[in-house]
């Protein structure tokens, strides 16, 4: 039995959606835990491209049952739009994915609050989506929130709806001068997404234990990075949620003692969306080529994303947070064409080494990178899918990034779609799964 954690072990955009699509067809299952729409997995397959928010990217192989777990906020104009886009491409959706009627709901006062939030910070924002997120999960930790299961509830939604609507308002026009919202237009409508909801909802935690206890697989699909994670993440320029590893647990309903091994996912490169500290950004040239050569702007929001080198010290905390058991290195090719790659080893602070990632923001952004200089490969390795075919100079590289991370390198992407991967066959990865 293989039940698996897939993280994200830097900021976020490393490519989950792909590995996720790819392992699937070793799982059962596939259960999305924690994050809402503001998540973008991006997968490619025979050169179509997919980019799924909240549908676990499982649901691209036929015949896998995807799961939306409770600690997910689920915007139900979001869910349609992205159920009517796999629908059209043929993908069947209906039978195959369920949604817990313990998951939060995003409404559209959510989404006002963030948004008039976001604009008031000035050149503070943090860089939110302003899809209501945050808002959700702060309605949810006040304990002041709709779940799913009160969309079935015509009486309970319609008193809480306009309750809360009143609330937002008042905070929408006197502390931010924006226009009021209509809570009779609210009520009206998401009374008729439980209606087209009522199909996939159940008790997700149930069917996942049940499932579990029958013996079926099942991938556990992170959204956002672990260096986004509310609690252990670059407060506050941080998600609303857990991105961990041990959110999957909480966010599924599912016990520690089910989870067999966890997965992280890193670019050999660093990106990040949005504000906040970024040690190893690389301005000017360097960073536009990475842009450029990954193509590196949000599948969210289609923003520019932030480009440097590996960051060692950042991704080996994240390895520690996770206990990862392997390491998924994406998007190797788009280094091809530097003479010389650097990789962060280590963060100097007034004089000193640091011996652990920094929690005080205003540290972070002072940090000296302790770069280590390595020559590039120069040699293409796009769509490779053989290890022994890979330049001498890369295989260096990858070694180099495993032992820095102390976590053994289980697949590397050469590229967008599914056939674009080298597995290493002596893997832990390839062990549990592939064995």
């Known amino acids: ?39 973008g ?5 025979d050169g179509k491209q997919f980019i799924l928010h909240l549908i676990p990217s499982g649901i691209l192989h036929g015949g896998r049952l995807c799961v939306i777990g409770p600690g997910v906020v689920l915007d139900p104009k979001a869910f349609f739009e992205e159920l009517d886009m796999l629908e059209e491409a043929g993908i069947q ?25 976001e604009e008031a910070r000035g050149a503070k924002k943090i860089g939110t989506t302003s899809r ?58 998401y009374l008729q997404y439980g209606q087209r909801l009522k199909e996939f909802v159940v008790d997700t935690a149930f069917f996942l234990n049940d499932q579990i206890r029958q013996g079926k697989r099942v991938l556990f699909e992170g959204a956002q990075g672990t260096l986004l994670d509310v609690d252990h993440g670059t407060y506050p320029y ?5 991105a961990t590893a041990g959110a999957a647990c909480v966010g599924s309903g599912v016990a520690p003692s089910w989870i067999t091994g966890v997965i992280g996912i890193a670019k ?13 950004e690389a301005n000017g040239t360097i960073g536009d080529e990475i842009r450029r050569r990954g193509a590196e702007y949000g599948a969210s929001t289609g923003r520019p994303r932030r480009c440097g080198w590996f960051d060692g010290v950042a991704t080996s905390y994240s390895a520690v947070l996770n206990n990862l058991q392997a ?22 602070y007034r004089g000193c080494q640091l011996k652990e990632f920094p929690p005080e923001i205003k540290v972070l952004e002072a940090v ?68």
């Open 1 to 39: 039995m293989a039940n698996i954690v897939i993280i994200g072990a830097q900021w976020g955009d490393e490519g989950k959606g792909k590995i996720v699509d790819l392992l699937a067809e070793k799982f059962d299952i596939v259960a999305r835990y924690q994050g809402g729409h503001n998540a």
């Open 41 to 45: 997995h991006t997968v490619t397959i």
């Open 93 to 117: 959706v209906r039978g195959n994915l369920y949604i817990s009627n313990r998951a939060h709901l995003i409404l559209p006062y959510h989404r006002a609050v963030e948004k008039a939030a």
């Open 132 to 189: 209501g997120i945050g808002p959700a999960y702060e309605d949810k930790t006040g304990r002041r929130g709709l779940r799913v299961v009160d969309l079935f509830d015509a009486e309970n939604l319609r008193e809480t709806i306009f309750e809360l609507t009143r609330e937002k308002n008042c905070l929408i026009q006197s502390l931010y001068g924006g226009p009021p919202l209509d809570a009779r237009q609210i009520y009206k409508e």
């Open 238 to 242: 941080v998600t609303s949620s857990n």
């Open 268 to 280: 050999a490169y660093t990106t990040r969306v949005g504000g906040g500290p970024f040690p190893t």
């Open 327 to 348: 390491i998924v290195i994406t998007k190797l090719d788009v280094l091809d064409e530097f003479e010389q790659i650097l990789v962060c080893t280590g963060y100097e």
């Open 368 to 435: 000296k990178p302790m770069y280590k200089s390595v020559p590039g490969w120069q040699s293409p390795t796009a769509g490779m899918q053989d290890y022994d075919g890979l330049p001498v100079r890369a295989k260096d590289y990858l070694k180099m990034l495993s032992d820095i991370t102390r976590t053994e390198c289980s697949f590397i992407s050469t590229g967008p779609d599914r056939e674009h991967t080298i597995v290493l066959p002596d893997s832990w990865t390839a062990r549990t799964l592939y064995q």
